[in-house]
């Protein structure tokens, strides 16, 4: 049990890093909604959002905002879905693309776009439809004849059917012809062209990830140590792992559904809280979905605005080009164990 001063210097450092998540995501939401390819005066921009007399201005406004909200939503969830998949399956590594769950989402796009109907709401109903096929596989292959799952078997049953979509995904992209590069830049991370209709279908289905990590934040801490323990301490095991699992999952597909494969968000900032504020949840939790929105929102506008030609990188490469490097260190650290358990 953690002393009542140990508490109260937990609690202090959490408020204290919590003021600067929220300040960095603040900054990070202002830099995306005012600075762009069009050089547009904040005041005229304020101005346009709120009055519709101006078409132009109002529609740069108006994507900007929306852009912006959307990145930072699903770079909360990214975050989330990576630490309660690492506590889950007691597994440093594990991260929302872990069961193969995006991967098949990621399958169910692609085959919208190479049979050209992926306008509107098609395509992320073909990811979401895809994904929920991968996790009824990866849990039927998983599953004891008791009916428990246990965390390697489940690891592993996602990475075979994961190889497996990717060799499709592949196969499909050899057979496209014009399609190609469109189903490439896709599958690198992109929120190019979203709108409103992607933000409403995101929150839509990503709301359960939010309530239920946070109401389930006690049991998580207890799940670290290991379903006995967890079970001894009165946790319904099998009945919250399966929630927590299924709106995980379901969080993680409609991230892939509105905005492509994004790596290494759900990865690096569990860790990274873990090593400024410990591993107890409900510090945990915020932190993580304030950074991770704070993070996708910055690396956003970085694909926007690194190339000097004015074209849009994936967002994708920016969240890999700063996470592989951090996530490289973090290996290699030996100074300082990362604290793990509760």
């Known amino acids: 049990m953690e002393s009542p001063n140990g508490f109260y210097w937990s609690s202090r450092r959490f408020f204290v890093f919590l003021l600067l998540a929220g300040a960095l995501l603040g900054v990070s939401a202002l830099l995306s909604f005012f600075w762009g390819r069009f050089e547009v005066p904040p005041k005229a921009l304020l101005l346009a959002l709120v009055k519709d007399q101006e078409p132009t201005l109002h529609t740069i406004a108006k994507l900007r905002l929306v852009r912006t909200l959307l990145a930072a939503s699903v770079g909360a969830a990214l975050a989330l879905s990576g630490a309660i ?47 929920a096929l991968t996790l009824l596989v990866v849990v039927y292959l998983s599953r004891t004849e008791e009916g428990a799952f246990r965390p390697a078997t489940l690891i592993l049953a996602g990475l075979v059917v994961s190889s497996f979509l990717s060799a499709g995904i592949s196969l499909l992209k050899s057979l496209a012809d014009e399609s190609v590069s469109a189903i490439v830049f896709w599958l690198l991370g992109s929120f190019s062209g979203r709108g409103p209709l992607e933000l409403s279908f995101f929150w839509v289905y990503a709301w359960p990830l939010f309530f239920l990590a946070w109401h389930f934040r006690r049991e998580l801490d207890l799940l670290s140590l290991g379903d006995i323990e967890a079970l001894e301490l009165g946790v319904p095991v099998r009945r919250v792992r399966a929630l927590l699992t299924l709106s995980a999952c379901l969080a993680a597909a409609v991230c892939v559904a509105v905005s492509g494969v994004i790596g290494f968000i759900g990865l690096i900032v569990p860790h990274l809280v873990r090593l400024t504020c410990g591993a107890r949840h409900q510090f945990l939790l915020p932190l993580s979905a304030l950074l991770g929105a704070a993070l996708l929102v910055f690396s956003d506008l970085g694909a926007r605005l690194l190339l000097p030609t004015g074209e849009e990188l994936p967002v994708g490469v920016i969240t890999a080009l700063l996470g592989a490097p951090f996530f490289a260190w973090l290996l290699k650290r030996k100074k300082r164990e990362i604290e793990w358990l509760p």
């Open 85 to 131: 998949f690492q506590a889950l399956l007691r597994n440093p590594l594990a991260e929302p693309y872990t069961l193969g769950v995006a991967t098949g989402a990621a399958f169910g796009a692609t085959l919208a776009i190479f049979f050209g109907v992926s306008a509107g709401l098609i395509l992320p109903l073909f990811a979401l439809a895809g994904a």
